[in-house]
């Protein structure tokens, strides 16, 4: 979802990026998709405030990823200032236009993460704008989890249900989980070791923990991971500890080599 990001300035470059009269660009002067493959090369040079204009175009004239993109830009203040209705109505015209296009398409990561985001604020409301309906955010969550397999709304739906059923958070987090969402892994894990009725159970659960917290260490935006394991670590008993840290190698080492130096140094830091 992050593969291109975009942003123009009408009339001011040709895309040879050499200067060009300044005028408004039209149907004659470039296509939506010619305006966001050049957009793309503007946002990253910086300039985010002639990007606005190219991406609206583009927007205006079918490119879901622009629409995805103006979404993003207004939902966190990027090059604008921050609107978070004007964020809802571009994602809603990504799902609006696109929600059924193949999950195989080339634009179909945007189009999921714009169910996401879109959940996202029925989820939570906007103040003065879209009241909260958790009703309709799962529905929108559940579209992009099962129709796009989508990991961040099959996380979100295990949160949702996290609070009602275990074994249908279970089923969301592990399915995301298995795709490398680390939240999900730890959500996960503390769902099966609150679940967990013998010591192999819990296990699992701190497996999860232990794997999500590895991958989290020193990102701060999931620093809340160390907390959840160093809590359910804490709980359990020195053999479910043990087992945990058995199954957590096996499955590092299987499925993320690459972090088995990491590994070996938290165990260091938890004995």
Known sequence: MTALTVGIVPGAY????????NKSIGPSDVSPTEALRAGAR????????????????????GQPMAAWKLGKMYATGDG?????????????????????DR????????????????????LNGITEGVPRNVTRAKQIFTHAASYFG??????????????????????????????????????????????????????????WMSIARIQADGEPAVAWIGDLHEQYFAHASEPVRRLASSMTDTWISTNRPDLMQATTAAQQTTQ
């Open 150 to 207: 989508d990991p961040d709304a099959q996380y979100e739906l295990g949160r949702i249900y996290q609070s009602s059923s275990n074994r249908l958070a279970v089923r969301w987090f592990n399915l995301a989980a298995i795709k490398g969402h680390i939240g999900a892994q730890a959500r996960l894990g503390e769902t099966l070791y609150t679940m967990g009725q013998s010591d192999s159970r819990k296990a699992r659960g701190l497996m």
């Open 14 to 21: 040709a895309f040879d990026g050499t200067p060009t009269p």
């Open 80 to 100: 604008v200032q921050e609107d978070d209705m004007k964020a809802f109505q571009y994602y809603t015209q990504v799902v609006r236009e696109h929600g059924d």
């Open 42 to 61: 503007q946002y990253y040079s910086g300039d985010k405030t002639g990007a606005l204009s190219s991406l609206q175009y583009a927007a205006e004239n």
């Open 103 to 122: 999950p195989d398409a080339p634009d179909a990561p945007f189009v999921a993460s714009a169910f996401v985001a879109l959940g996202s604020y029925y």
